[in-house]
Structures are given as structure tokens and as C-alpha cells.
């Protein structure tokens, strides 16, 4: 029930440390099918603090499978 909120802040809150905190907190609570598209925005994010951490949890996922 959370994914979608959180998604949706990921990608739109103005706020970058918000999409950065979203991101990380999706991949805590979602499955991977649920926010891999969010994660892939956020490597296209205008701010580089959000790409950081959306490149960081795709690189943690990756070592997990």
C-alpha cells in the first residue's frame, strides 16, 4: 500500500532529498518488479544526489540476486 505514494514522491516531490529518501525506502519495502521503473527514473534525475542513490540501490539489488 505504500509503493505508490512513494513512487510518486520519488519522481515528482520538488525536493531532492525527498525523491532520494522515497527511492531508498522503496527498495527497503517494495519488490523489485513494483520500483525498478522508479529506480530507472532516478538515474535520469536533474539532481545528481538523487541519481546517486537510485544508481547505489540498483548496484545493492544487483549483489542481492
Avoid: H
Avoid at 17 to 26: E, M, N, Q, T
Avoid at 46 to 51: L, P
Amino acid at each position: 500500500p505504500f509503493a505508490r505514494p512513494l513512487s510518486k514522491s520519488a519522481t515528482n516531490d520538488p525536493d531532492e532529498r525527498v525523491r532520494s529518501a522515497a527511492i531508498f525506502a522503496l527498495t527497503q519495502i517494495g519488490k523489485p518488479d513494483d520500483y525498478l521503473p522508479t529506480l530507472q527514473k532516478g538515474l535520469t534525475d536533474k539532481q545528481a544526489s538523487v541519481r546517486l542513490v537510485a544508481a547505489g540501490r540498483l548496484r545493492a539489488i544487483g549483489m542481492q540476486a
